[in-house]
C-alpha cells in the first residue's frame, strides 16, 4: 500500500512542481496599481478609515453608511467628518504607494502592507508587512522614501485616481 502511495507521488510530483513554478511565473511581475478591495471586508485597507489613523492614532472599522469610491476601491469611514475630510484629499490620508509594504518597497519589491503596522512619516499613512520592516524604515526613513518613491512606479505601487 504505502510503496504504491509513494510511486503514485513520484509520477504527480514534477507535474505539481511545474504548475506551481508557472504560477509563480506568471505573476511575478503583476502588481495592482490600484487600492485591492479586502476580500473578506470588501473595502480598501481591510475596512479601515484611513482618516482615523490621523485623528485617533490607530485603524479603526469604517461604517458602510460612510462609503466612498476612490482609487479603484470602496472606503469606509468612522463619521460624515472623515469621509468629508478624505473626499477633499484623498491623497493626503490614504496610505502611500497604494497600500503596498514601505520597507519592501524601498529594497525594490512589492509585499502587501498590513493596516494593524504603521506609521505615519512626514504626514503620510506608511503600512509595513512586519513590525521589523516598520522598525527598519523608521530607523532611516528619509533615505527609505527616497529609494519607495524611486521603485513606486516601477513595482505597480501607485493608485488610480
Known amino acids: 500500500m504505502m510503496q504504491s502511495c509513494f510511486k503514485k507521488w ?3 510530483w514534477p507535474l505539481v512542481f511545474t504548475t506551481a ?3 509563480v511565473i506568471s505573476t511575478a511581475g503583476a502588481r495592482p496599481t490600484i487600492f485591492v478591495p479586502d476580500p473578506i471586508a470588501g473595502y480598501a485597507i481591510g475596512g479601515h478609515d484611513p482618516v ?3 485623528v485617533d492614532h ?3 472599522k469604517g461604517m458602510s453608511q460612510f462609503e466612498f469610491s476612490w482609487g479603484g476601491a470602496d472606503w469606509v469611514f468612522v463619521n460624515q467628518g472623515n ?3 478624505f473626499k477633499q484629499a484623498p491623497e493626503v490620508y490614504a496610505p502611500l504607494y497604494a497600500g503596498c509594504g514601505g520597507y519592501a518597497l524601498s529594497e525594490g519589491y ?3 502592507g498590513n493596516p494593524f503596522i ?3 512619516v512626514e504626514d503620510r499613512l506608511v503600512f509595513f508587512h512586519s513590525v521589523v520592516n516598520r522598525f527598519l524604515f523608521l530607523a532611516n526613513y528619509e533615505q527609505h522614501l527616497e529609494r519607495a518613491d524611486e521603485n513606486a512606479p516601477k513595482t505597480g505601487c501607485i493608485p488610480s485616481k
Open 52 to 54: 482615523a489613523y490621523f
Open 21 to 23: 513554478l508557472l504560477g
Open 83 to 85: 469621509l468629508a475630510a
Open 58 to 60: 490607530k485603524p479603526r
Open 118 to 120: 504603521f506609521a505615519l
Open 10 to 12: 513520484t509520477r504527480l
Open 110 to 112: 512589492a509585499t502587501a
